[in-house]
């Protein structure tokens, strides 16, 4: 085990993150292995963040958010963070004297806010993942830990949840300013209570579990990518980001590498991106993860795995002749005619990696082409995007005219939060504080810049909520004929999913909170727009699970471990009520046999592209074979 990842044992919490499917769960998976072979003595801890988790399917154990020690490797215990059950702890923990708190910041009375705990909060599965694994270092709980982070848009949320927290703290101890204020004005003294108690020791927590963090010889945050130009792009953006956010970066693994020209077309893909890799780690280990002939599941193939780990070669390599283009023939079934069907809004989803932005692109492209007089817009709803990728263009918020009628987008959520602060929050704040009527020096100082801060503060972790006002505000204006989700990998597009619904309670709360209070509060104007926003919601509700308008279309490649998070999906959106009516078999193969039955969907096989052409031929050639 002396392939250079002896680099990495002075770490005591690994993050592994990159885009969808490059195989995260796989090396952090390795990687824990190798640290509870290493150190027999040491308890390591291997957790997912991520909502739709596959640990389970890789080790081929059991995991739930009980830590559980794998039969091989006692001292390797696993668990998957179940956000929900963190939420009920943290209450227990906390939910009281949070409660006191907020009551003293705001107009509502403590019993008003225990409804708040059973509601859906957007970024939970962020803000608990994050929380717990500072509370696992500050209580020294386990020696080492690997996490198995959800793709990278989502894990810059969850490290941009640092920032949102320190605001958060110090609008907590705004509110006990203000409380002690009031105390010593009427009574002359203040006498130090457990909210006190509970800020200084949230103060400490939230410093420390940062310091751990940010702090390179304790943590690194290490990159999983393939050596594929989209991967390459997104893995540029996210050291970035890393960078921007003080987060280290421990080095990059690139995964699923050919070691000779078996595959001409992608071993000349890989070759000079591996060189580009070199050159965007500057130094930071890289690492070269071979392909293998089959998927390593368990822990004697992770094991296996481990030892072929090496760094990149360094010797220039031959250019490879490559044979004349062959372009895949179309192998029934196809999709049908959506526009024709009446589809007004298709969602393409999956697990990350499967080729669900190739899937989006290629059916816009394909109902542009076939129905030049109706409009078609592409959206990513991705925080990492890479629909822009997929073109060959640099996408942004505002469309983009790729063809007459087909426009490409990706949502900036910064720029739909910009505009719901100045809609909704910014009064929101103003209300909850409830001071209206009180002295100058109260108004100014304590509760009112409290919650303006919070407002104020980017909320990382809601994009599906915002996903969900830009989709609503699409389909209002009616100005296309047919609208393309993008979507974010499993997890976070279930998330989406449930968006209409938490969104709408959340609105019912703050209802009931004015019916309460209306003759202190006013605002009657205010609470008519937000009964808007409640409707709009519904009726955008309405058109997700509206067959006729809006259907799900699921995108898989052939491996054990996608294949079983599909299956999850796929009665996920039983449950919720959203049409599935097709399923994409990507980088189908003529001897390929699928061991898994999805009744009443219809399997489209898209062969597996040309690798050396350039984006729009590829985008064009899945549309040939999707229709």
Known sequence: MTNGMELFDNLHLAMFSGKGGVGKTTISCTFACRWAQKFVNEQILLISTDPAHSLGDVLQVSVDDI???IAELPNLLVRALDAKLLLQEF???YGQVLELLVERGSFVEGEDLHP??????PGLDELMGLLEIQRLFNEQQVDRVVVDMAPSGHTLNLFGLMDFLDTFLHSLELFQEKHRYISKTFAGSYTRDRADEFLQTLKAELSQGRRLLQDPTHTACLLVAIAEPMS??????FLEALQTMQVPCGGLFVNQVLASATDPDRYQEQQPLIGQYTALANGKPIFIVPQQSQEPLGIVALSHLIDQIHVPQLEPLSRIDLLPVQWPETIPPSFGDFLNQGRRLLLIGGKGGVGKTTVAAAIGWAMAQQHPDRKIRMVSIDPAH??????GLSLGHEPYQITANLRGQEVDSDRILDRFRADYLWELAEMMSGETQTSEAIEMAY????????VEQALPGIDEMLSL???MELLEQQEEDLIILDT???????RFLEMPTALADWLAWIFKLWIKYQNVLGRTEFMGRLRTLRQRVVKAQKVLKDPQQAEFIGVTLNQASVLAEQQRLFKSLQEIGVSQNYLVLNRFTSTATINCDFPGLTMVRLPVLPRSVQPLERIQAAASCLF
């Open 116 to 121: 708040v705990w059973d509601l859906n909060w």
């Open 386 to 391: 890479s629909l822009g990728d997929a073109f």
């Open 232 to 237: 390459w792009l997104e893995s540029k953006r």
């Open 91 to 93: 209450k227990e923990r």
């Open 488 to 494: 974010a990998p499993t997890g976070h597009l279930l």
């Open 469 to 471: 006002l830009t989709v």
């Open 67 to 69: 830590p559980r020690p």
């Open 447 to 454: 509760a009112p810049v409290a919650w303006r801060k919070i």
